[in-house]
């Protein structure tokens, strides 16, 4: 099991055009290399757009997506990707069979530039199931050297129990992509690293960063890095560490006791047999 890796997270524009949002993409994807990141993680829609103006809303409702287009971009950051050794993780509008309407993914490309898996958001919300998508099932987990990583999407970060399936299934690291202008969010990001004791990668289209800035939370639910508040793009960059001195408490000790308390045999064990006990109803 590997101790460290780097990782980044990435605040880029998105708009409903596939070729802008792909070019800003390879950009971050370039600068992300030359500092040694191994993971890049991009926001929700990053290459399709999401459906939160008029023109987008249209967009999907009516079919009248550049499907061919969105798929053009994508292989060109999955052969970017591969050139440059590079795994990465960005979100797009997923075309099904018609009449079906599309997934809101992320898909996950390996610095082989091969796409590997791709996850589809399970807690869509009401107009998103009414309008624009259909909803995903499966947790996505994948690894890169030796460290597991969780996928979920926007308003998913107001399902504590994903985040809970997440640490079962031995994520170190969830990474949330959004596009979202609600600050709650960055309390509930932070609320989930410290309770699950994991890294909270968030990233959110840089329209949005007045809200809440992309950044990387540690299994202490501190932020680690974070970009800048604004329209600019940019990159938060954290080595995930499992030895760092000040996550020793996180990931050691309340980490491994909490996961044994989830189980409750602890309390089991424990357990008295005492009519003051069973009896609840006198002082």
Same mark, same amino acid.
């Given at each position: 099991?590997? &101790?460290?890796?780097?990782?980044? =997270? ?5 708009? =409903?055009?596939?070729? @802008?949002?792909?070019? @800003? ?6 600068? @992300? ?15 399709? %757009?999401?459906?939160? %103006? ?19 971009? #994508? ?6 990707? %591969? ?14 069979? =018609?009449? !079906?309407?599309?997934?809101?993914? #992320? ?28 909803? %995903? ?7 890169? &050297?030796?460290? *597991? ?20 299934? /031995?994520?170190? $690291? ?17 609320? !989930? ?24 939370? /540690?299994?202490? /639910?501190?932020?680690?890095?974070? $970009? ?7 990159? +938060?960059?954290?080595?995930?560490? *499992?030895?760092?001195? /000040? ?6 000790? +309340? ?15 424990? *357990? ?6 069973? &009896? *609840? =109803?006198?002082?």
């Amino acid at each position: 099991m590997a &101790d460290k890796v780097r990782i980044a =997270t990435a605040q880029s524009p998105v708009t =409903t055009h596939p070729v @802008a949002n792909a070019t @800003a993409v390879r950009d971050l994807m370039i600068q @992300a290399a030359r500092s040694g990141v191994r993971l890049l993680h991009f926001p929700e829609g990053a290459i399709s %757009g999401y459906p939160s %103006g008029g023109e987008a809303r249209k967009a999907l409702r009516g079919w009248d997506v550049n499907w061919s287009c969105i798929t053009e971009q #994508l292989e060109l950051i999955a052969r970017l990707a %591969g050139e440059i050794r590079l795994w990465v993780v960005v979100g797009s509008s997923h075309r099904l069979t =018609t009449p !079906h309407l599309p997934h809101n993914s #992320l898909y996950v490309i390996s610095d082989r530039g091969q796409l590997t898996d791709r996850y589809d958001k399970r807690r869509c919300s009401h107009n998103e199931l009414s309008n624009w998508y259909s909803p %995903g099932f499966e947790p996505v987990l994948f690894e890169v &050297d030796g460290f *597991r990583f969780g996928t979920a999407l926007c308003i998913e970060v107001n399902f504590p129990e994903l985040f809970m399936e997440y640490t079962a299934l /031995g994520a170190d $690291c969830v990474l949330l992509s959004s596009f979202s202008e609600d600050p709650i969010f960055d309390v509930l990001a932070r609320s !989930h690293a410290a309770t699950q004791n994991c890294w909270v990668s968030v990233s959110v289209p840089a329209q949005c960063s007045s809200a809440m800035p992309s950044g990387i939370v /540690g299994p202490h /639910g501190y932020w680690l890095d974070r $970009c800048a508040v604004g329209d600019a793009q940019g990159l +938060a960059c954290v080595d995930l560490d *499992r030895t760092q001195p /000040g996550l020793e408490f996180a990931l050691k000790k +309340a980490g491994p006791w909490r996961q044994s308390a989830r189980t409750g045999e602890i309390y089991r064990a424990r *357990r008295v047999h005492d009519a003051r006990s069973a &009896d *609840r =109803t006198h002082f």
